[in-house]
């Protein structure tokens, strides 16, 4: 199983349903937490075998030989209890350099048609990842298992891995890329294969983007290429804040990027974030107004939270606004009752709640957005769909 430190209770879940039918099967995480957490991960006694780094090299070797504690010492990135309660952690072998040499996922093995988006045009819908590797240094931000070096899938395996899917029945393809665009050309090779193979007519898919890696051309071809949804992330409605968060963007690059990603027929959506480092309410305030401004089709709002292993961490255990390494402790002994950290120095948890419902409905409870919505649905599944999410943002608390 994949463990990520937010899903913990979910794969805790999943290993005591997997131990109540057969103690004996083995259970083997991987994942960011497990990367950043290798030894306390072991501590628990629902997890017998951990893999670190980029699995899927080594996961086959380790399956095979799953019941040699001997063999499996020597295998990168295998991580496993002695019998004297000590841990054995081999390093990761080298990131994968060719991604096209990897399988693509065996969807046929999952009930694909429960898979759904609230934001999605059509279903079933699936995700996918075309690259890894991110080489931005975003405050907020680590991907330490997949490492800074940006490495891409070619866009004639990517298609291949639509064409698998659109076999299966799949209409709808939410990109997972941190930044899809990162790579110009591959992006508008991409994009002319899915004109020539015709699927820009059959489906239709999302990507995440930088504002600064897009241009009116490129949004031109991913629209012709199917392109129906594209997720920024702009984070602030102010340059300070923007500079606190190392984003490398402007305001200003933003306001442009909105504006012809909607007169090219692109449904935007924007991330935004609050109670960033130095900032206040006014500043808060102004991001509201700005997500206000820009006008996308959907919004998504969070909390700023220094996650495990992220430079904005390491910066609150240093000026002492998290007084403990309280994530580390978590997963030492993971309990219901944990609360994630905020940066709570300039605005305390109390203010930020209120902001961000503030935020939430102040955007989506505007009479003309509702109408835009509204005249926009397709089907009564995609109304059914909206109208939850809208209920659920209308009994904010």
Known sequence: MTLMTFTIFDVIKTAKVVRKIDKNIKIVLGGPHVFIYPEETLLQDWVDIIQIGEGEKNTPELFKN?????????????????????FQINPPDEAIKDLDDLPFPARELTPIQKYSSVIAKRNPITTMFTSRGCPYKCLFCNRPHLGKTFRARSAENVIE??????????REFLIYDDTFTINRERVVDFCEL????????????DIRARVNTVDRELLIMLKEAGCERIHYGVESGTEKILKVLRKGITLNQA?????ITKEVGISTLAYFMIGSPTETEED?????????????????????????????????????????????????????????PHWN??????????????AYKKFYMRPGYIIRRLLDLRSFSEFMRKAKAGIKVFLLK
């Open 66 to 86: 799953i019941k040699d504690l001997e063999k499996l010492k020597t295998i990168h990135g295998v991580g496993i209890k002695n019998e004297d309660g000590t």
């Open 161 to 170: 891995e639509f064409k698998v899917c659109f076999d299966l029945g799949i």
């Open 194 to 205: 899915m004109k020539k193979t015709g699927l820009n007519t059959k489906v239709g898919f």
């Open 255 to 259: 306001r442009e990027v909105f504006k």
């Open 284 to 340: 808060v305030e102004k991001t509201i107004d700005f997500a206000l401004e820009l006008d996308p089709d959907f919004v998504h709002v969070t909390i700023t939270s220094p996650f495990p292993d992220t430079p904005l961490y390491a910066m609150a255990l240093e000026e002492n606004v998290i007084k403990r390494d309280v994530w580390r402790e978590f997963a030492k002994n993971p309990t219901k009752d944990f609360v994630a």
């Open 345 to 358: 120095r300039e605005l305390s948890d109390e203010t930020l709640h209120r902001l961000i419902k503030k």
